[in-house]
Protein backbone atom coordinates (compact mmCIF):
# COMPACT_ATOMS: atom_id res chain seq x y z
CA UNK A 1 0.00 0.00 0.00
CA UNK A 2 2.45 2.37 0.99
CA UNK A 3 4.85 1.34 -2.13
CA UNK A 4 1.49 2.03 -4.37
CA UNK A 5 0.87 5.29 -2.72
CA UNK A 6 4.51 6.46 -3.34
CA UNK A 7 4.34 5.53 -6.70
CA UNK A 8 1.46 7.86 -7.10
CA UNK A 9 2.73 10.24 -5.67
CA UNK A 10 6.42 10.21 -7.87
CA UNK A 11 3.98 9.56 -10.84
CA UNK A 12 2.19 12.81 -9.96
CA UNK A 13 5.34 14.95 -9.80
CA UNK A 14 6.52 13.99 -13.07
CA UNK A 15 3.50 14.25 -14.43
CA UNK A 16 3.77 17.87 -12.65
CA UNK A 17 7.30 18.29 -14.07
CA UNK A 18 5.80 17.43 -17.46
CA UNK A 19 3.40 19.91 -17.60
CA UNK A 20 5.46 22.75 -16.68
CA UNK A 21 7.54 21.98 -19.30
CA UNK A 22 5.24 21.20 -22.32
CA UNK A 23 5.74 24.26 -24.16
CA UNK A 24 7.92 23.07 -27.92
CA UNK A 25 11.05 24.75 -27.63
CA UNK A 26 12.83 24.93 -30.33
CA UNK A 27 16.27 23.15 -30.47
CA UNK A 28 18.34 27.04 -30.39
CA UNK A 29 16.30 28.10 -27.20
CA UNK A 30 16.93 25.27 -25.52
CA UNK A 31 20.59 26.04 -26.14
CA UNK A 32 19.49 29.41 -25.39
CA UNK A 33 18.63 27.93 -21.75
CA UNK A 34 21.30 25.64 -21.28
CA UNK A 35 23.93 28.25 -21.39
CA UNK A 36 22.44 30.34 -18.76
CA UNK A 37 21.65 33.66 -20.55
CA UNK A 38 17.46 32.62 -20.65
CA UNK A 39 15.75 31.15 -17.46
CA UNK A 40 12.96 28.72 -16.80
CA UNK A 41 11.32 31.14 -14.59
CA UNK A 42 11.20 34.00 -17.36
CA UNK A 43 13.92 36.33 -15.72
CA UNK A 44 17.30 37.21 -17.94
CA UNK A 45 19.63 33.92 -16.68
CA UNK A 46 22.79 34.86 -15.29
CA UNK A 47 24.61 34.75 -18.00
CA UNK A 48 22.64 36.91 -20.06
CA UNK A 49 24.35 39.25 -22.22
CA UNK A 50 23.53 41.85 -25.17
CA UNK A 51 25.72 43.70 -27.10
CA UNK A 52 25.68 47.32 -28.03
CA UNK A 53 26.82 50.43 -30.11
CA UNK A 54 27.59 54.07 -30.13
CA UNK A 55 26.47 55.98 -33.27
CA UNK A 56 28.01 59.28 -34.66
CA UNK A 57 25.97 59.88 -37.39
CA UNK A 58 25.54 63.18 -39.78
CA UNK A 59 23.47 62.97 -42.84
CA UNK A 60 22.91 66.01 -44.97
CA UNK A 61 19.53 66.44 -47.69
CA UNK A 62 18.76 69.65 -49.39
CA UNK A 63 15.44 68.91 -51.25
CA UNK A 64 14.07 69.15 -53.87
CA UNK A 65 17.39 67.53 -54.57
CA UNK A 66 16.96 63.63 -53.98
CA UNK A 67 20.58 63.13 -52.74
CA UNK A 68 20.69 61.77 -48.92
CA UNK A 69 24.53 61.56 -48.07
CA UNK A 70 25.81 60.23 -44.76
CA UNK A 71 28.68 59.89 -42.95
CA UNK A 72 28.94 57.86 -39.42
CA UNK A 73 31.26 57.11 -36.36
CA UNK A 74 30.11 53.16 -34.90
CA UNK A 75 31.77 51.94 -31.60
CA UNK A 76 30.39 48.59 -31.24
CA UNK A 77 30.72 46.77 -28.24
CA UNK A 78 30.74 42.79 -27.74
CA UNK A 79 29.43 41.98 -24.38
CA UNK A 80 29.22 38.10 -25.81
CA UNK A 81 31.40 35.12 -24.72
CA UNK A 82 32.44 34.76 -27.77
CA UNK A 83 35.32 36.16 -30.43
CA UNK A 84 33.62 37.83 -33.63
CA UNK A 85 35.22 37.23 -36.81
CA UNK A 86 33.17 39.39 -38.93
CA UNK A 87 30.19 41.46 -38.29
CA UNK A 88 26.72 41.77 -40.45
CA UNK A 89 25.73 45.13 -41.61
CA UNK A 90 21.87 46.43 -42.05
CA UNK A 91 21.41 48.01 -45.20
CA UNK A 92 17.87 48.30 -45.35
CA UNK A 93 17.68 51.33 -47.90
CA UNK A 94 19.08 48.61 -50.09
CA UNK A 95 15.33 46.98 -50.59
CA UNK A 96 14.49 49.46 -52.94
CA UNK A 97 17.18 48.11 -55.40
CA UNK A 98 15.90 45.98 -58.27
CA UNK A 99 15.78 42.55 -57.45
CA UNK A 100 15.58 42.83 -53.92
CA UNK A 101 13.47 40.13 -51.92
CA UNK A 102 10.43 42.09 -50.73
CA UNK A 103 6.93 39.99 -50.50
CA UNK A 104 5.01 43.08 -52.75
CA UNK A 105 5.39 44.39 -55.88
CA UNK A 106 7.62 47.78 -56.08
CA UNK A 107 6.76 50.28 -58.88
CA UNK A 108 9.25 52.46 -60.44
CA UNK A 109 9.03 55.46 -57.92
CA UNK A 110 9.81 53.01 -55.41
CA UNK A 111 12.70 51.50 -57.01
CA UNK A 112 16.49 53.08 -56.40
CA UNK A 113 19.80 52.47 -56.75
CA UNK A 114 19.86 51.74 -52.91
CA UNK A 115 22.39 52.27 -50.50
CA UNK A 116 26.33 53.34 -51.99
CA UNK A 117 29.21 52.63 -49.39
CA UNK A 118 31.90 55.65 -50.45
CA UNK A 119 34.25 55.12 -47.72
CA UNK A 120 34.61 52.02 -45.02
CA UNK A 121 37.05 52.02 -42.48
CA UNK A 122 37.69 49.44 -39.12
CA UNK A 123 39.74 50.01 -36.27
CA UNK A 124 41.44 53.12 -38.44
CA UNK A 125 42.40 51.17 -41.46
CA UNK A 126 41.38 52.21 -44.56
CA UNK A 127 39.57 49.03 -45.87
CA UNK A 128 37.43 47.91 -49.38
CA UNK A 129 34.28 47.55 -49.23
CA UNK A 130 33.94 43.53 -49.42
CA UNK A 131 30.26 43.22 -48.50
CA UNK A 132 28.00 40.84 -50.62
CA UNK A 133 27.57 42.48 -54.14
CA UNK A 134 23.67 43.22 -55.52
CA UNK A 135 20.71 43.67 -53.76
CA UNK A 136 20.98 42.18 -50.07
CA UNK A 137 19.60 44.27 -47.29
CA UNK A 138 22.33 42.69 -45.45
CA UNK A 139 25.91 42.56 -46.05
CA UNK A 140 28.92 40.44 -43.78
CA UNK A 141 31.85 42.20 -43.29
CA UNK A 142 35.09 39.93 -42.07
CA UNK A 143 36.96 41.68 -39.27
CA UNK A 144 40.79 42.23 -39.83
CA UNK A 145 41.36 41.26 -36.36
CA UNK A 146 39.01 39.19 -34.49
CA UNK A 147 36.55 41.32 -32.02
CA UNK A 148 37.34 39.28 -28.66
CA UNK A 149 34.75 39.02 -25.77
CA UNK A 150 34.42 42.80 -23.75
CA UNK A 151 36.49 44.40 -26.49
CA UNK A 152 35.51 47.28 -29.25
CA UNK A 153 36.20 47.86 -32.41
CA UNK A 154 35.38 51.01 -34.26
CA UNK A 155 33.80 51.71 -37.96
CA UNK A 156 33.56 54.49 -40.20
CA UNK A 157 31.04 55.15 -42.82
CA UNK A 158 30.31 57.39 -45.42
CA UNK A 159 27.42 56.45 -47.68
CA UNK A 160 25.20 58.17 -50.31
CA UNK A 161 21.90 57.08 -51.43
CA UNK A 162 18.40 58.77 -53.94
CA UNK A 163 15.20 58.78 -51.69
CA UNK A 164 12.62 56.99 -52.97
CA UNK A 165 9.89 58.88 -54.62
CA UNK A 166 6.65 56.44 -53.32
CA UNK A 167 6.64 57.14 -49.76
CA UNK A 168 6.16 54.07 -47.56
CA UNK A 169 7.71 53.66 -44.48
CA UNK A 170 10.52 55.92 -45.21
CA UNK A 171 11.02 58.49 -48.28
CA UNK A 172 9.55 61.68 -49.94
CA UNK A 173 6.33 62.81 -48.86
CA UNK A 174 6.35 65.79 -51.18
CA UNK A 175 8.68 67.40 -53.33
CA UNK A 176 10.44 69.19 -50.46
CA UNK A 177 9.08 66.60 -46.93
CA UNK A 178 11.51 63.96 -46.39
CA UNK A 179 10.34 60.90 -43.91
CA UNK A 180 14.09 58.95 -42.91
CA UNK A 181 14.28 55.86 -41.64
CA UNK A 182 16.57 53.04 -42.15
CA UNK A 183 18.63 55.56 -43.75
CA UNK A 184 22.17 54.27 -42.09
CA UNK A 185 24.09 51.11 -42.21
CA UNK A 186 24.17 49.75 -38.61
CA UNK A 187 25.64 46.74 -37.04
CA UNK A 188 22.75 43.63 -37.02
CA UNK A 189 22.17 42.33 -33.81
CA UNK A 190 24.10 39.26 -32.55
CA UNK A 191 22.28 37.64 -29.79
CA UNK A 192 22.42 34.70 -27.33
CA UNK A 193 19.95 32.24 -29.47
CA UNK A 194 20.34 32.64 -32.86
CA UNK A 195 24.29 34.47 -33.60
CA UNK A 196 24.27 37.31 -36.32
CA UNK A 197 20.63 38.00 -37.18
CA UNK A 198 20.78 37.70 -41.28
CA UNK A 199 17.03 37.88 -41.46
CA UNK A 200 16.37 40.07 -44.96
CA UNK A 201 14.41 42.63 -44.74
CA UNK A 202 11.54 42.27 -46.82
CA UNK A 203 9.69 45.26 -46.48
CA UNK A 204 6.34 43.70 -44.83
CA UNK A 205 7.68 42.44 -41.51
CA UNK A 206 9.96 45.19 -39.02
CA UNK A 207 13.19 45.25 -37.04
CA UNK A 208 15.28 44.13 -34.87
CA UNK A 209 17.99 46.70 -32.83
CA UNK A 210 19.93 46.53 -30.19
CA UNK A 211 19.83 49.22 -27.55
CA UNK A 212 22.43 51.94 -28.48
CA UNK A 213 23.38 55.71 -28.37
CA UNK A 214 23.07 58.17 -30.82
CA UNK A 215 24.94 61.52 -31.27
CA UNK A 216 22.70 62.82 -35.07
CA UNK A 217 23.16 65.99 -36.72
CA UNK A 218 20.65 66.63 -39.73
CA UNK A 219 22.33 69.43 -41.98
CA UNK A 220 19.67 70.81 -43.70
CA UNK A 221 19.10 74.66 -46.00
CA UNK A 222 17.49 77.72 -44.04
CA UNK A 223 13.79 77.20 -43.65
CA UNK A 224 13.78 73.44 -43.19
CA UNK A 225 12.72 72.30 -40.23
CA UNK A 226 13.67 68.46 -38.92
CA UNK A 227 12.18 66.72 -36.25
CA UNK A 228 14.07 63.67 -34.94
CA UNK A 229 14.23 60.74 -32.17
CA UNK A 230 16.07 62.41 -29.07
CA UNK A 231 16.81 65.82 -27.59
CA UNK A 232 17.30 68.84 -29.53
CA UNK A 233 20.97 69.80 -28.59
CA UNK A 234 21.03 73.15 -29.80
CA UNK A 235 17.66 75.33 -30.70
CA UNK A 236 19.36 78.62 -29.85
CA UNK A 237 22.17 78.13 -33.21
CA UNK A 238 18.98 76.63 -35.42
CA UNK A 239 15.64 78.78 -34.42
CA UNK A 240 15.45 82.08 -34.02
CA UNK A 241 15.14 83.24 -30.52
CA UNK A 242 10.92 83.77 -30.69
CA UNK A 243 10.57 80.13 -31.96
CA UNK A 244 13.31 78.82 -29.76
CA UNK A 245 10.92 80.64 -26.97
CA UNK A 246 7.65 79.28 -27.79
CA UNK A 247 9.35 75.40 -28.12
CA UNK A 248 10.85 75.90 -24.73
CA UNK A 249 7.59 76.93 -23.24
CA UNK A 250 5.37 73.95 -24.83
CA UNK A 251 8.13 71.45 -22.57
CA UNK A 252 5.64 72.93 -19.24
CA UNK A 253 2.82 73.71 -21.21
CA UNK A 254 -0.54 71.84 -20.92
CA UNK A 255 -1.94 73.76 -24.18
CA UNK A 256 -1.01 73.02 -27.59
CA UNK A 257 1.76 75.92 -28.39
CA UNK A 258 1.90 76.77 -32.33
CA UNK A 259 5.60 76.87 -32.84
CA UNK A 260 5.41 77.32 -36.10
CA UNK A 261 2.74 78.64 -38.11
CA UNK A 262 1.99 78.79 -41.66
CA UNK A 263 2.17 82.68 -41.38
CA UNK A 264 5.48 82.43 -39.81
CA UNK A 265 6.59 80.04 -42.33
CA UNK A 266 6.23 82.16 -44.99
CA UNK A 267 8.05 85.08 -42.93
CA UNK A 268 10.93 83.17 -42.95
CA UNK A 269 11.01 83.32 -39.43
CA UNK A 270 11.16 80.08 -37.86
CA UNK A 271 14.77 78.94 -38.71
CA UNK A 272 18.06 80.82 -38.34
CA UNK A 273 18.74 82.66 -41.55
CA UNK A 274 22.09 81.13 -42.47
CA UNK A 275 22.50 79.20 -46.08
CA UNK A 276 22.24 75.80 -43.80
CA UNK A 277 21.64 74.80 -40.46
CA UNK A 278 23.01 71.31 -38.63
CA UNK A 279 20.39 70.61 -36.31
CA UNK A 280 21.88 67.94 -33.28
CA UNK A 281 20.12 65.10 -31.59
CA UNK A 282 21.31 62.88 -28.70
CA UNK A 283 19.27 59.56 -27.54
CA UNK A 284 20.59 57.45 -25.43
CA UNK A 285 19.88 53.55 -24.76
CA UNK A 286 17.55 53.36 -27.85
CA UNK A 287 17.17 50.94 -30.63
CA UNK A 288 17.16 53.51 -33.55
CA UNK A 289 16.77 56.88 -34.52
CA UNK A 290 14.33 58.52 -37.32
CA UNK A 291 13.82 62.19 -38.64
CA UNK A 292 11.76 64.40 -40.70
CA UNK A 293 12.33 67.55 -42.34
CA UNK A 294 10.32 70.01 -44.66
CA UNK A 295 9.81 73.72 -45.28
CA UNK A 296 6.54 73.78 -45.19
CA UNK A 297 4.84 71.83 -42.28
CA UNK A 298 3.84 73.75 -39.26
CA UNK A 299 4.93 72.58 -35.51
CA UNK A 300 3.00 72.29 -32.85
CA UNK A 301 4.08 71.60 -29.31
CA UNK A 302 2.65 70.50 -26.12
CA UNK A 303 3.38 68.49 -23.08
CA UNK A 304 2.28 66.10 -20.73
CA UNK A 305 2.86 64.20 -17.17
CA UNK A 306 3.57 60.61 -18.18
CA UNK A 307 5.03 59.60 -14.24
CA UNK A 308 2.69 61.20 -11.67
CA UNK A 309 4.80 60.73 -8.61
CA UNK A 310 8.21 62.28 -10.23
CA UNK A 311 6.39 64.84 -12.05
CA UNK A 312 8.18 64.10 -15.24
CA UNK A 313 6.95 65.56 -18.68
CA UNK A 314 7.23 64.39 -21.83
CA UNK A 315 6.99 67.00 -25.02
CA UNK A 316 4.68 65.86 -27.21
CA UNK A 317 4.99 67.51 -30.87
CA UNK A 318 3.42 67.58 -34.10
CA UNK A 319 4.29 68.02 -37.38
CA UNK A 320 2.24 68.65 -40.75
CA UNK A 321 0.01 70.53 -43.71
CA UNK A 322 -1.58 73.21 -42.63
CA UNK A 323 -4.37 71.93 -44.37
CA UNK A 324 -4.66 68.52 -43.01
CA UNK A 325 -7.50 68.94 -40.78
CA UNK A 326 -7.30 65.95 -38.33
CA UNK A 327 -3.38 66.58 -37.85
CA UNK A 328 -4.54 69.79 -35.60
CA UNK A 329 -5.63 67.64 -33.06
CA UNK A 330 -2.73 65.48 -33.23
CA UNK A 331 -0.54 67.06 -29.99
CA UNK A 332 -4.47 66.69 -27.82
CA UNK A 333 -4.55 63.22 -29.08
CA UNK A 334 -0.94 62.78 -28.19
CA UNK A 335 -1.04 63.95 -24.74
CA UNK A 336 -4.04 61.64 -24.11
CA UNK A 337 -2.64 58.51 -25.11
CA UNK A 338 0.76 59.30 -23.35
CA UNK A 339 -0.79 60.31 -20.16
CA UNK A 340 -3.33 57.11 -20.38
CA UNK A 341 -1.13 54.38 -21.12
CA UNK A 342 1.70 55.86 -18.57
CA UNK A 343 -1.24 56.05 -15.73
CA UNK A 344 -1.38 53.03 -13.67
CA UNK A 345 -4.74 52.52 -13.45
CA UNK A 346 -4.83 51.78 -17.17
CA UNK A 347 -2.66 49.81 -19.64
CA UNK A 348 -0.07 49.14 -19.46
CA UNK A 349 0.39 51.57 -17.07
CA UNK A 350 4.34 51.72 -17.24
CA UNK A 351 5.49 55.50 -17.67
CA UNK A 352 6.57 56.33 -21.01
CA UNK A 353 10.14 56.08 -20.86
CA UNK A 354 11.23 58.94 -23.31
CA UNK A 355 11.73 62.83 -23.44
CA UNK A 356 9.65 63.24 -26.41
CA UNK A 357 6.70 61.71 -28.84
CA UNK A 358 6.75 63.38 -32.56
CA UNK A 359 3.78 62.72 -34.58
CA UNK A 360 5.12 63.52 -38.42
CA UNK A 361 2.54 63.44 -41.08
CA UNK A 362 3.59 60.94 -44.04
CA UNK A 363 1.98 57.67 -45.37
CA UNK A 364 2.96 54.98 -43.69
CA UNK A 365 1.46 54.20 -40.16
CA UNK A 366 4.20 53.46 -38.72
CA UNK A 367 5.87 53.83 -35.15
CA UNK A 368 9.55 54.39 -34.46
CA UNK A 369 11.42 55.47 -31.32
CA UNK A 370 10.13 58.99 -29.81
CA UNK A 371 8.10 59.10 -33.65
CA UNK A 372 4.90 58.15 -35.54
CA UNK A 373 4.95 58.36 -39.41
CA UNK A 374 1.24 58.49 -39.69
CA UNK A 375 -1.18 59.04 -42.55
CA UNK A 376 -4.31 61.60 -43.00
CA UNK A 377 -7.34 61.01 -42.22
CA UNK A 378 -11.07 61.90 -42.75
CA UNK A 379 -12.81 60.22 -40.05
CA UNK A 380 -10.76 61.71 -36.61
CA UNK A 381 -11.69 58.97 -34.48
CA UNK A 382 -9.87 56.68 -37.17
CA UNK A 383 -7.02 58.76 -37.00
CA UNK A 384 -6.58 58.86 -32.85
CA UNK A 385 -6.99 55.05 -33.25
CA UNK A 386 -4.02 54.65 -35.34
CA UNK A 387 -1.76 57.37 -33.81
CA UNK A 388 -2.78 55.05 -30.30
CA UNK A 389 -1.68 52.09 -31.85
CA UNK A 390 1.65 53.33 -33.21
CA UNK A 391 2.13 55.58 -29.49
CA UNK A 392 1.57 52.27 -28.04
CA UNK A 393 4.69 50.10 -29.79
CA UNK A 394 6.66 52.70 -27.06
CA UNK A 395 6.32 49.72 -25.13
CA UNK A 396 6.25 47.02 -27.11
CA UNK A 397 8.85 46.72 -29.25
CA UNK A 398 10.95 50.01 -27.92
CA UNK A 399 11.05 49.37 -24.08
CA UNK A 400 11.66 45.95 -24.41
CA UNK A 401 14.06 45.21 -27.76
CA UNK A 402 11.52 42.92 -28.82
CA UNK A 403 12.76 40.90 -32.62
CA UNK A 404 9.51 41.99 -34.72
CA UNK A 405 11.14 40.18 -37.80
CA UNK A 406 10.88 36.31 -36.31
CA UNK A 407 8.06 37.29 -33.32
CA UNK A 408 5.67 39.88 -34.66
CA UNK A 409 2.80 39.05 -32.15
CA UNK A 410 5.24 39.98 -29.44
CA UNK A 411 4.60 43.57 -30.26
CA UNK A 412 1.82 44.30 -32.75
CA UNK A 413 -0.47 42.04 -30.63
CA UNK A 414 0.27 44.22 -27.63
CA UNK A 415 -0.44 47.27 -29.56
CA UNK A 416 -3.46 46.02 -31.13
CA UNK A 417 -4.55 45.02 -27.62
CA UNK A 418 -3.91 48.83 -26.02
CA UNK A 419 -5.25 50.43 -29.22
CA UNK A 420 -8.96 48.20 -28.09
CA UNK A 421 -8.00 49.05 -24.35
CA UNK A 422 -7.64 52.79 -25.04
CA UNK A 423 -10.59 53.25 -27.95
CA UNK A 424 -13.47 51.86 -24.92
CA UNK A 425 -11.97 54.96 -22.86
CA UNK A 426 -12.23 57.51 -25.84
CA UNK A 427 -15.02 56.15 -27.65
CA UNK A 428 -16.99 54.02 -25.62
CA UNK A 429 -17.09 50.41 -25.14
CA UNK A 430 -19.82 49.39 -27.99
CA UNK A 431 -17.65 51.41 -30.44
CA UNK A 432 -14.32 49.82 -29.82
CA UNK A 433 -15.07 46.08 -29.35
CA UNK A 434 -17.07 46.80 -32.94
CA UNK A 435 -14.41 48.61 -34.32
CA UNK A 436 -12.00 45.23 -32.95
CA UNK A 437 -14.25 43.06 -34.57
CA UNK A 438 -14.51 44.31 -37.85
CA UNK A 439 -11.08 45.53 -38.40
CA UNK A 440 -8.98 42.90 -35.99
CA UNK A 441 -10.83 39.56 -36.25
CA UNK A 442 -13.74 39.66 -38.68
CA UNK A 443 -11.38 38.45 -41.36
CA UNK A 444 -9.42 35.90 -39.61
CA UNK A 445 -12.68 34.19 -38.51
CA UNK A 446 -14.60 33.62 -41.41
CA UNK A 447 -11.36 32.55 -43.22
CA UNK A 448 -11.28 28.70 -43.11
CA UNK A 449 -8.09 28.72 -45.18
CA UNK A 450 -5.19 26.80 -43.96
CA UNK A 451 -2.88 29.59 -43.29
CA UNK A 452 -5.00 31.80 -41.35
CA UNK A 453 -4.78 28.69 -38.57
CA UNK A 454 -1.06 28.46 -38.76
CA UNK A 455 0.28 28.37 -34.88
CA UNK A 456 0.97 31.93 -33.65
CA UNK A 457 4.47 31.14 -32.54
CA UNK A 458 5.33 30.20 -36.50
CA UNK A 459 8.43 32.35 -37.44
CA UNK A 460 6.78 35.24 -38.42
CA UNK A 461 9.74 34.95 -41.34
CA UNK A 462 8.10 32.36 -42.27
CA UNK A 463 5.20 33.70 -43.23
CA UNK A 464 3.39 35.53 -45.52
CA UNK A 465 -0.54 34.25 -46.00
CA UNK A 466 -1.65 34.55 -42.44
CA UNK A 467 0.87 37.07 -41.56
CA UNK A 468 -1.54 39.61 -40.42
CA UNK A 469 -3.74 37.52 -38.42
CA UNK A 470 -1.06 36.21 -36.60
CA UNK A 471 0.54 39.67 -35.89
CA UNK A 472 -2.38 41.41 -34.72
CA UNK A 473 -5.59 39.96 -34.19
CA UNK A 474 -4.99 36.27 -32.37
CA UNK A 475 -2.22 37.17 -30.30
CA UNK A 476 -4.22 40.33 -28.99
CA UNK A 477 -6.88 37.96 -28.27
CA UNK A 478 -4.71 35.63 -26.28
CA UNK A 479 -3.94 38.94 -24.67
CA UNK A 480 -7.42 39.85 -24.02
CA UNK A 481 -8.52 36.04 -22.63
CA UNK A 482 -5.58 36.01 -20.42
CA UNK A 483 -6.49 39.21 -18.83
CA UNK A 484 -10.10 37.58 -18.22
CA UNK A 485 -8.46 34.43 -17.14
CA UNK A 486 -6.28 36.34 -14.13
CA UNK A 487 -8.21 39.29 -13.50
CA UNK A 488 -7.13 42.80 -13.88
CA UNK A 489 -4.87 43.43 -10.85
CA UNK A 490 -2.94 39.63 -11.50
CA UNK A 491 -3.00 40.34 -14.60
CA UNK A 492 -1.02 43.92 -14.23
CA UNK A 493 1.19 42.35 -11.65
CA UNK A 494 2.84 39.68 -13.98
CA UNK A 495 2.37 42.13 -17.04
CA UNK A 496 4.64 44.62 -15.53
CA UNK A 497 7.12 41.18 -13.66
CA UNK A 498 7.35 40.55 -17.25
CA UNK A 499 8.39 44.64 -18.70
CA UNK A 500 10.44 45.34 -15.76
CA UNK A 501 12.79 41.97 -16.35
CA UNK A 502 13.17 43.08 -19.83
CA UNK A 503 13.43 46.29 -20.01
CA UNK A 504 16.00 47.20 -22.54
CA UNK A 505 17.02 43.78 -23.44
CA UNK A 506 15.89 41.07 -25.95
CA UNK A 507 13.14 38.67 -24.62
CA UNK A 508 11.55 35.89 -26.82
CA UNK A 509 8.17 34.14 -26.53
CA UNK A 510 9.04 31.71 -24.16
CA UNK A 511 10.44 34.51 -21.59
CA UNK A 512 6.93 35.93 -21.94
CA UNK A 513 5.82 32.10 -21.37
CA UNK A 514 7.27 31.82 -18.43
CA UNK A 515 7.82 35.30 -16.85
CA UNK A 516 3.85 35.09 -16.66
CA UNK A 517 3.66 32.03 -14.70
CA UNK A 518 5.86 32.59 -12.35
CA UNK A 519 4.97 36.24 -11.60
CA UNK A 520 1.03 34.82 -11.76
CA UNK A 521 2.03 31.97 -8.86
CA UNK A 522 0.17 29.58 -11.89
CA UNK A 523 1.59 27.26 -14.09
CA UNK A 524 0.11 28.80 -17.28
CA UNK A 525 1.51 26.23 -20.03
CA UNK A 526 -1.65 25.00 -20.82
CA UNK A 527 -3.24 28.57 -21.77
CA UNK A 528 0.24 29.23 -23.87
CA UNK A 529 0.40 25.70 -25.92
CA UNK A 530 -3.72 26.48 -26.23
CA UNK A 531 -2.74 29.68 -28.07
CA UNK A 532 0.46 29.98 -29.37
CA UNK A 533 1.10 26.28 -30.37
CA UNK A 534 -1.93 25.18 -31.79
CA UNK A 535 -3.77 25.41 -35.04
CA UNK A 536 -6.58 26.40 -33.15
CA UNK A 537 -9.47 28.87 -33.72
CA UNK A 538 -12.85 30.03 -32.34
CA UNK A 539 -15.78 27.81 -32.66
CA UNK A 540 -18.39 27.00 -29.65
CA UNK A 541 -21.57 25.02 -29.27
CA UNK A 542 -23.94 24.88 -26.77
CA UNK A 543 -26.56 22.12 -26.13
CA UNK A 544 -28.50 21.45 -22.79
CA UNK A 545 -30.74 19.47 -20.62
CA UNK A 546 -32.76 20.25 -17.75
CA UNK A 547 -30.16 22.07 -15.84
CA UNK A 548 -26.75 21.07 -17.32
CA UNK A 549 -25.21 22.89 -19.85
CA UNK A 550 -22.92 21.54 -22.20
CA UNK A 551 -20.63 23.72 -24.33
CA UNK A 552 -18.63 22.02 -27.12
CA UNK A 553 -14.92 23.60 -27.97
CA UNK A 554 -15.12 22.64 -31.86
CA UNK A 555 -12.52 25.35 -32.52
CA UNK A 556 -10.00 24.61 -29.50
CA UNK A 557 -9.27 28.04 -28.18
CA UNK A 558 -10.06 28.80 -24.64
CA UNK A 559 -12.11 31.34 -24.73
CA UNK A 560 -13.73 33.78 -22.23
CA UNK A 561 -17.80 33.53 -23.38
CA UNK A 562 -21.12 34.48 -21.39
CA UNK A 563 -24.08 32.13 -20.91
CA UNK A 564 -27.04 33.96 -21.23
CA UNK A 565 -30.29 31.89 -20.24
CA UNK A 566 -33.45 32.14 -19.32
CA UNK A 567 -34.91 29.40 -16.72
CA UNK A 568 -38.09 27.57 -17.29
CA UNK A 569 -39.72 30.03 -14.20
CA UNK A 570 -38.83 32.76 -17.05
CA UNK A 571 -36.11 34.63 -14.41
CA UNK A 572 -32.74 35.45 -16.58
CA UNK A 573 -29.58 35.36 -15.99
CA UNK A 574 -25.83 36.00 -17.77
CA UNK A 575 -23.28 33.81 -16.24
CA UNK A 576 -19.54 34.64 -17.02
CA UNK A 577 -17.03 32.22 -17.87
CA UNK A 578 -13.09 32.21 -18.04
CA UNK A 579 -10.97 30.86 -20.06
CA UNK A 580 -10.39 28.68 -16.71
CA UNK A 581 -13.54 26.98 -17.86
CA UNK A 582 -11.40 24.74 -20.05
CA UNK A 583 -8.19 24.17 -18.33
CA UNK A 584 -9.36 20.39 -17.52
CA UNK A 585 -11.38 19.51 -20.31
CA UNK A 586 -9.83 22.03 -23.70
CA UNK A 587 -12.61 20.10 -25.96
CA UNK A 588 -15.83 20.18 -23.49
CA UNK A 589 -17.13 22.23 -20.97
CA UNK A 590 -20.22 21.37 -18.77
CA UNK A 591 -21.83 23.97 -16.81
CA UNK A 592 -24.49 23.15 -13.81
CA UNK A 593 -27.53 25.51 -13.41
CA UNK A 594 -29.43 26.56 -10.47
CA UNK A 595 -32.11 25.48 -12.08
CA UNK A 596 -33.95 24.04 -15.39
CA UNK A 597 -32.80 26.15 -18.81
CA UNK A 598 -35.36 27.04 -21.04
CA UNK A 599 -32.88 28.84 -23.39
CA UNK A 600 -29.18 29.43 -23.43
CA UNK A 601 -26.83 31.41 -25.57
CA UNK A 602 -23.08 31.99 -25.78
CA UNK A 603 -22.19 35.58 -26.48
CA UNK A 604 -18.64 36.05 -26.88
CA UNK A 605 -18.12 39.76 -27.52
CA UNK A 606 -14.71 40.31 -29.56
CA UNK A 607 -14.20 36.52 -29.23
CA UNK A 608 -16.31 36.24 -32.23
CA UNK A 609 -17.48 32.52 -33.25
CA UNK A 610 -17.00 31.22 -37.05
CA UNK A 611 -20.17 29.45 -36.56
CA UNK A 612 -23.11 31.13 -34.37
CA UNK A 613 -25.69 28.91 -35.53
CA UNK A 614 -24.91 26.14 -32.85
CA UNK A 615 -24.86 28.88 -30.03
CA UNK A 616 -28.08 28.95 -29.06
CA UNK A 617 -30.12 26.74 -27.61
CA UNK A 618 -33.88 26.13 -26.99
CA UNK A 619 -36.04 23.98 -25.32
CA UNK A 620 -38.26 21.97 -27.47
Do not use: C
Not at 21 to 46: E, H, N, V, W
Not at 482 to 492: I, M, Q, S, V, Y
Amino acid sequence: MIRTLLTLLLLAGLTQAAAAQSLYMPRDIKQAFAKGTRAPDGRPGPNYWQNRARYDITVAAAPPARDIRGRERITYFNNSPDTLKQVVLRIIQNIHQPGASRDGDASADYLTTGLQVDTFTVAGQVRPYTGKAGPATFQTVRLPRPLAPHDSVKFTVAWHFPISIESGREGMIDPTTYFLAYFYPRIAVYDDYNGWDRLPFVDSKEFYNDFNDYTLRVRVPANYIVWATGTLQNPQQVLQPAAAKRLRQSMTSDAVIHVATAADLARNSITNQQPTNTWVWTARDISDVTLGLSNHYVWDAASVIVDAPAKRRTSVQAAFADSTLDFHSSVKNGQFALGWFSNASNWPGVAYPFPKMTAFQGFADMEYPMMVNDSPQKDPQFAQLVQDHEIAHTWFPFYMGINESRYAFMDEGWATTFELLIGRQENGVEKADEFYKKFRVNRWIHDAATAEDLPIITPSSELRAGYGNNAYGKPSLSYLALKDLLGDALFKKSLHEYMTRWHGKHPIPWDYFNSMSSASGQDLSWFFNNWFFTNNYIDLAVTASGSTITVQNIGGFAVPFDVVVEYADGSKATLHQSPAVWQANQQQATITLPKAAKTVALQGGIFMDANEKDNVWAQK
